[in-house]
């Protein structure tokens, strides 16, 4: 009899989890999904080569693993918050010391069946491990110097470890992470309005510390047509395919710009030029609007959490996710200087897609267990 009540209180347990299931979410994603796995078909020419072969393998490993981490309870997230950013941050010194070389940087580890990178999941980390360090805290403590002094160590050592790799992007997208957290959390505003002005106003001595390609692609920025065969090819390039793809678009596997080989790096960063350039100004518009329905349910499923911690992962990963895009499709339009920001699921790179995946699969558990509380 105990067994019977106690298979029939498990099956009732999983069918309310699916009940909870954000159905939206999930179609979202896997139609981003195949989007993605379509553009990267683009990009190898039509055919079924390495990228889109790789592309489609990481995909169907990683949703499985998002809709198996969705149904981990929330608490369990929770719980890991301290230890997955200490994980993290031994991995970055691990990269430093020895991590693989490729191009002047040393970003990667070498795990034979994928090439991780471990700032890629310090973006997902440090949300967690933030929102952990502010769901116990008292409103008034929340803006006391101890709590802002623990908060800025917590994001600038990832920041340092990741800059001398060198990855100044990557450290930036981390940092602004962090901050969207702070921001939610209660972090008085003015000290976001002072640190933005001192940050503008030191701005041109942080520009005499760069390296000569990142000071290269500030004025490369400021002047695509300096150097129109060298450092401002790929976004001249990159803003003559967007603008050539018109209204509709030239078509699927029609883009000129990329089967002519103009466009450098076209199935990572710049994945969304080539995605412009054959489904236009329309097809651009229903990505964007995809992503925004992404944005939309996360920010839902934070509001309609019991925890505090989950509300602030959720509004935080929201947050971000719209900082990447935002970055990524200003990069490849010439309206920022070219940081080496992925679009999510969309780029090509397993660091990148399974940072974005952890994050929904933290959200979907936010979601499936939104009545859960954590004392």
């Known amino acids: 009899m105990y067994q019977h009540n106690r298979l029939t209180t498990n099956n009732f347990n999983f069918f309310s989890k699916l009940a909870n299931f954000d159905y939206i979410l999930m179609a979202c994603i896997l139609l981003l999904g195949f989007i993605s796995l379509a553009t990267m078909y683009s990009t190898d020419g039509g055919k079924i080569l ?43 010194i691990w990269t430093y010391l020895f991590g693989i070389k490729s191009s002047g940087s040393q970003r990667w580890i ?5 090439n991780l990178q471990p700032s890629e999941l310090m973006k ?19 803006n006391s110097l101890y709590a802002i002094l623990s ?5 600038l050592l990832p920041m340092g470890l990741v800059i001398v790799q060198p990855d100044l992007g990557t450290s930036l997208l981390i940092s602004i992470s962090g901050l969207a957290v702070l921001w939610f959390a209660g972090i008085n505003h003015k000290y976001f309005i002072y640190t933005m002005i001192g940050f503008l106003i030191s701005l041109p001595f942080i520009i005499s510390f760069l390296k000569p390609y990142q000071k290269l692609r500030v004025l490369t920025f400021l002047n695509p047509d300096r ?29 000129t710009q990329s089967y002519l080989e103009f466009l450098p790096e076209k199935h990572t960063d710049f994945i969304f030029t080539l995605f412009s350039e054959e489904f236009g100004f329309i097809g651009s518009v229903f990505l964007l609007l995809i992503y925004a329905i992404i944005i939309y349910r996360i920010v839902a499923i934070g509001a309609q959490s019991r925890s505090y911690f989950a509300k602030l992962f959720c509004y935080s990963f929201a947050a971000s996710i719209f900082v990447y895009i935002t970055i990524n499709m200003s990069m490849v339009l ?20 399974l940072a974005t995946m952890i994050g929904f699969g933290i959200v979907m558990s936010a979601k499936v267990h939104n009545q859960q509380s954590i004392a």
């Not at 997902?124 to 929340?142: D, G, P, Q, S, T």
């Not at 803003?239 to 029609?254: D, M, P, T």
């Open 50 to 92: 390495f990228h889109t072969k790789s592309h489609f393998t990481k995909l169907i490993v990683f949703t499985i693993m998002m809709l198996i981490f969705s149904f981990i309870n929330i608490k369990f997230w929770f719980s890991i918050g301290y230890f997955f950013y200490v994980i993290i941050i031994g991995l970055l």
């Open 110 to 114: 070498d795990l034979y069946f994928i």
């Open 124 to 142: 997902i980390c440090i949300i967690l491990c933030l929102a952990k360090y502010f769901h116990r805290m008292k409103l008034e403590n929340v």
């Open 151 to 155: 908060s800025l160590i917590i994001i």
């Open 227 to 255: 150097d129109p065969l060298g450092a401002g090819y790929q976004i001249i390039q990159s803003k003559i395919a967007v603008g050539s793809g018109g209204i509709f678009g030239k078509g699927f596997l029609k883009g």
């Open 334 to 353: 010439g309206l920022l200087p070219i940081v080496g920001s992925p679009l999510p699921i969309m780029s090509y790179g397993g660091s990148s897609m």
